[in-house]
């Protein structure tokens, strides 16, 4: 298979601008929520990356953490990434938003929000509920979510 | 004098929303000024009921979420779960995968094309497509032994082999496939009142499709030659000699005129398929109980509407942990609403129309 | 209310036996509803609600050139539930769903009936432990005829048609099992 990642020595100059990432062995960037829009707007018009391609946003409900997950694709070079971001607190979990950056992450972060909970800052009227009723209560994706109804006993 | 605008509900139940999908428009005489989609009237919770099933069981779900192309569904998914398991595919499994979701995508434009030609008033188109998506779904059931949701794929492979009868019956069809898409070209595409309702309607410039994340036919329309069969070649496409047809202007009849030279192309890979497909087993050695180590991947095809992805996250039980799926037709009708400001209501159907959206996927 | 030689409307609105007799021997009834049966059974417009996969199969495919649906006169397909008869629920309902699938059904004027195609509509089918989806039409509205599978073939879509004009000519015939 084909190896689609960023050369090595671009990822060094990702490093050393924001000291805070951590870069797995399967070349997975874990990024620290504080630094998400600077590094998101710095492979986005650093022409080196050009990462202009959002492919995927979404997210997991850990036992200790929510996790986000970003997939990023270069048009250009063909280079693809995935990025991770953690977010420690579960009780209101919150998150800087990246619709300014890519128009297409707006339904993908109402999803998130509606069946998962995640606040995303920094868009005015976002995030709203997109599949399920205004006033539904809870948010389905989450581990702990109880409901009734189904099968007939 | 004052005016106001007025609130039209293109309701949930209607003949040309594709399914049950509403959109919520405010008017100013006939024009829109707003548009408000809402879907969600069919989300039946597929990701959380994939936790609850072993991951084999999760294959018939994929089926139910773009049901006019089943198995490209299939597709996506089983290719996450050989990517976090490190399972090498052998190779006629590889070609009759390839034929299988090259005919599922025919099918889907045979009907994409008719039911848009309906949309716009051109009923006929409708019959003549469904008539020959009849043959392509005769030959998906040899195979498969459904007409439309098939659960074909397995992880490691597929679950049958080719039947003998397939192979002239396959030749056949493909020998009668640029007849039928003369036809289309002849009854619809040249069609004057069509074009006058679809030229120059609906455009999306190449740095809007970039920057809302649209892939497939709705992106090419516009001219950037984005498929992923070519750009980051999966499976045995890096053998298979194929043509990526592009848009010019990025409006609705470009994207209608993409999907049936796309057919046209599908029938050329099938062809070299079928002449290359070697001999040897259609599974590779799977465990009985599928346990994939911790960890998770991503992994994405080319479906007939889009870019379709798959993030699958294993905690090393036989029931995936979470389960993700990147719908294309979601993603594309994310660019509705600013798609459809400034055109009348008329072409608000040809618009939505030409994304070509099927609401099993939009909802999940 | 059920119409038969001996039982008569008129009974209902007058006790005087001589107007009974002399207006039961000249009016039937019954007949009269034999006939609209009849025209009723073989000529009903459905109403095109699809929610889901099922509705390729069931509204489209059944009324395409292979399955000819036009063969019983049921390919009049009307977009407004005010014009229609028989309303064909293919596919899954779900909660956000529902009030607008009663809705509807309530705006269908009389005589109506409900078929209910595939397994989700019937029961809820594969997604029936979601907590979003209702299990089965039933629960909302009531249903003259349930077509199984997942999704039924176009085949099995015209049987159900053909059940259902078994029982609107003669509803009797419901209570006894088919064979």
């Given amino acids: ?153 | ?364 | 209310m059920e119409v038969t030689k001996d039982k008569h409307p008129v009974e209902e609105l007058t006790k005087d036996p001589v107007v009974i007799d002399q207006v039961k021997r000249l009016i039937h009834i019954a007949p009269l509803e034999k006939i609209l049966n009849v025209a009723r059974a073989h000529s009903l417009w459905p109403f095109g609600f699809g929610l889901a996969c099922c509705a390729i199969e069931g509204l489209m495919a059944a009324n395409m050139p292979r399955f000819d649906l036009s063969r019983f006169g049921y390919e009049v397909m009307r977009g407004s539930p005010r014009q229609a008869d028989v309303m064909l629920v293919c596919g899954t309902v779900t909660h956000k769903a529902a009030p607008f699938v009663v809705r509807l059904y309530e705006q269908m004027s009389e005589p109506k009936w409900v078929i209910a195609m595939g397994s989700c509509a019937i029961s809820g089918g594969p997604f029936v432990d979601s907590y979003h989806v209702v299990p089965g039409v039933d629960k909302l509205i009531p249903v003259d005829a349930y077509i199984p599978g997942c999704p039924p073939r176009p085949e099995a879509v015209i049987d159900g048609w053909l059940m259902v004009k078994e029982k609107i000519l003669n509803p009797k015939v419901v209570s006894k099992v088919r064979g």
């Avoid at chain 2, 047809?245 to 796309?262: A, M, Q, S, T, Y």
Wanted: glycine share 10%; aromatic share 10%.
């Fill in chain 1, 1 to 153: 298979m084909a190896d689609y990642s960023i050369p090595a020595d671009l990822m060094e100059a990702l490093k050393n601008k924001f000291p805070g990432l951590e870069i797995q062995e399967n070349r997975d960037v874990i990024v620290p929520a504080a630094d998400l829009i600077p590094f998101m707007s710095e492979i986005k018009d650093n022409q080196d990356y050009a990462m202009d391609f959002l492919t995927n946003l979404t997210g997991a409900d850990y036992k200790d953490r929510f996790e986000m997950v970003y997939n990023l694709v270069s048009m250009t070079h063909g280079y693809t990434l995935m990025v991770k971001v953690r977010i420690e607190d579960k009780e209101k979990p919150e998150i800087p938003s990246l619709c300014p950056i890519w128009g297409g992450a707006n339904w993908q972060e109402r999803e998130i929000y509606d069946l998962m909970g995640i606040v995303f800052t920094g868009y005015t009227g976002h995030p709203t509920r997109i599949f399920l009723d205004d006033n539904f209560q809870g948010h389905p994706l989450r581990k702990d979510f109880q409901w009734q109804g189904g099968r007939e006993a």
């Fill in chain 2, 1 to 364: 004098m004052k005016t106001q605008t007025y609130s039209l509900n293109l309701g949930p139940q209607h003949p040309s929303t594709h399914g049950v999908f509403r959109i919520i428009l405010e008017l100013d005489g006939e024009t829109v000024v707003k548009a408000t989609p809402v879907p969600g009237y069919l989300h039946r919770g597929i990701e959380k009921l994939a936790e609850a099933r072993t991951y084999t069981q999760v294959i018939p779900y994929t089926d139910r979420m773009d049901y006019l192309a089943g198995m490209l569904m299939n597709w996506g998914y089983v290719q996450a779960v050989e990517k976090l398991m490190g399972i090498e595919v052998p190779e006629r499994a590889e070609y009759i995968r390839v034929i299988v979701g090259e005919l599922s995508r025919i099918a889907s434009h045979m009907i994409a094309t008719g039911a848009y030609g309906g949309d716009i008033g051109a009923l006929t188109a409708f019959t003549y497509t469904f008539r020959d998506r009849e043959y392509c779904i005769d030959l998906l059931e040899m195979v498969s032994g459904s007409r439309m949701t098939f659960s074909y794929f397995r992880v490691g492979g597929v679950a049958d082999d080719l039947p003998g009868e397939f192979y002239p019956a396959a030749r056949k069809f493909l020998a009668d496939l640029p007849g039928m898409c003369d036809e289309y070209d002849g009854l619809i595409t040249g069609n004057e009142i069509f074009q006058a309702r679809t030229k120059h309607v609906g455009v999306i410039t190449p740095e809007m499709g970039i920057n809302y994340s649209l892939s497939g036919p709705t992106l090419r329309g516009s001219g950037v030659n984005y498929d992923l069969r070519k750009v980051r070649p999966y499976s045995v496409y890096d053998r298979l000699n194929f043509e990526v047809p592009l848009g010019k202007n990025g409006d609705c009849f470009d994207r209608f005129r993409i999907r049936i030279e796309e057919m046209r192309q599908c029938g050329k890979i099938i062809q070299q398929a079928l002449d290359q497909i070697p001999e040897g087993s259609i599974q590779a050695k799977v465990p009985k109980v599928i346990k994939p180590p911790v960890g998770d991947a991503y992994a994405e095809v080319e479906s007939s509407k889009g870019v379709y992805g798959c993030y699958l996250v294993s905690d090393g039980s036989p029931k995936p942990y979470r389960v993700h799926f990147r719908r294309p037709s979601f993603i594309n009708l994310g660019y509705l609403a600013k798609l459809c400001e400034g055109w009348k209501i008329a072409d608000v159907i040809a618009i939505l129309g030409s994304i070509d959206i099927v609401l099993g996927e939009v909802d999940c």
